[in-house]
């Protein structure tokens, strides 16, 4: 067990007693800190995602403002597939743009694999990061088969994945070898992470919510899952996506020990179609824009609601917006530490 064993945040995601509800937010690091903007000034995202001593930077630059229970490692779902040698470059304003898309067999073939040389700066990044944060948990991520698939067979972001899902209803064997593939390195890329010192994961399925349930189940899942069981027991397992409330039940099959919730889904009601499992979530990104006494009101609903599962980690039910107020980020802080404290003491 190392130092961090019994942090809020690694007690509340094993659904053991804490003093106070932990938090940390989705997007932590990023363009909502002036700090973070001054430093990566002139440094493209994913030459920023190769510097240790960047990543590390930019990973504590949240820890040290806004005092949350857990940091999270500073890189991007498609950090492994770039270091793998696929054409992906992260275009400012837009996200991640796949060069030469996979939309073939030939082109799932020609995919390469993650060995962990090439990512050597990560592992170095985290166990620098494990050293500088002292007690405080770091959240290793990657990104989940379904949602990488997505970027590589759209060729960039995409509001309706309908060239992921024509791949998945027409050529299923060709899907199933690409999300194979894909589980593969972030299985790898997770464990490297899990090795350098990361206390837990998050897996990021973001766009799953876009599938059915049936859907869900026949063509993610099982990959999710390969990726999930893969990783060595006793690290949590947070897995999340947005738009997800009709799926937590089959995401939580996948082998999470916590499961992430967005906004639309009411903390109690999410925590009704995964009993026995912690939760994750979910105040609305947008309520940082909102005015004093309605975020405490909404701090106080989603600590209420979460009080309903067996474990909760505070967070947003999506990343922070990039033109959120730093200061709110640091008052909900606040908020949740204080009002979870006098629920504990009552
Ligand atoms: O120049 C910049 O600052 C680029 C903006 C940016 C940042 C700061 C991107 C491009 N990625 C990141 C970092 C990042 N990406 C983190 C940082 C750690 C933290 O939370 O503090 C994380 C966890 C991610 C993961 C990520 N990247 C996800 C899953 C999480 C989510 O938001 O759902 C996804 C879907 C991506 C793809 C991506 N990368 C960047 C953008 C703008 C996007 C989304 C594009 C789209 O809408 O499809």
């Not at 820890?63 to 040698?85: E, M, Q, T, Y």
């Not at 170095?124 to 959240?139: R, W």
């Not at 690409?178 to 350098?196: D, H, K, M």
């Amino acid at each position: 067990m190392n130092e961090s064993s019994t942090t809020p945040f690694l007690a509340a995601c094993r659904g053991e007693p804490v003093p106070y509800t932990p938090v940390w937010f989705m997007r932590q690091a990023g363009r909502s800190l002036p700090e973070y903007r001054a430093i990566r000034a002139g440094i493209p995202m994913l030459e920023a995602c190769r510097q240790p001593d960047l990543i590390c930077e930019i990973t504590l630059q949240p820890v040290r403002r806004h005092k949350v229970d857990a940091a999270i490692l500073f890189s991007d779902i498609v950090v492994p597939l770039a270091a793998a040698g696929v054409d992906v470059d992260i275009k400012p304003g837009v996200g991640p743009v796949v060069a030469d898309p996979v939309r073939d067999r030939a082109a799932v073939a020609k995919l390469p694999h993650l060995y962990a040389d090439s990512v050597s700066f990560v592992a170095e990044a985290v166990e620098l990061l494990v050293k500088e944060l002292g007690g405080t948990p770091l959240i290793g991520f990657a990104g989940a088969p379904f949602t990488l698939a997505s970027y590589l067979v759209e060729g960039g972001p995409s509001r309706t994945h309908a060239k992921t899902k024509a791949l998945m209803y027409s050529a299923p064997d060709v899907w199933h070898a690409l999300c194979e593939r894909l589980a593969e390195i972030t299985s790898s890329f997770l464990n490297i992470q899990i090795g350098a010192g990361a206390s837990a994961v998050q897996l990021f399925d973001s766009w799953a919510g876009a599938l059915s349930e049936a859907d869900y189940r026949h063509y993610v899942l099982p990959h999710s899952t390969n990726v999930l069981e893969g990783l060595p027991a006793g690290v949590p397992r947070i897995h999340f996506g947005v738009g997800t409330g009709e799926l937590l039940g089959a995401m939580a099959e996948a082998g999470a020990d916590v499961l992430g919730v967005d906004w639309r889904t009411p903390l109690s009601a999410a925590a009704a179609r995964v009993p026995g499992k912690p939760l994750q979530g979910n105040l609305d990104p947008c309520v940082l824009f909102a005015p004093d006494d309605v975020i405490d009101l909404e701090v106080r609903r989603v600590l209420a609601e979460g009080r309903t599962a067996p474990g909760h980690v505070f967070n947003l039910g999506h990343g922070v917006l990039p033109e959120t107020e730093p200061d709110r980020i640091t008052r909900v802080v606040e908020l949740v530490h204080e009002h979870s404290r006098r629920s504990a003491a009552e």
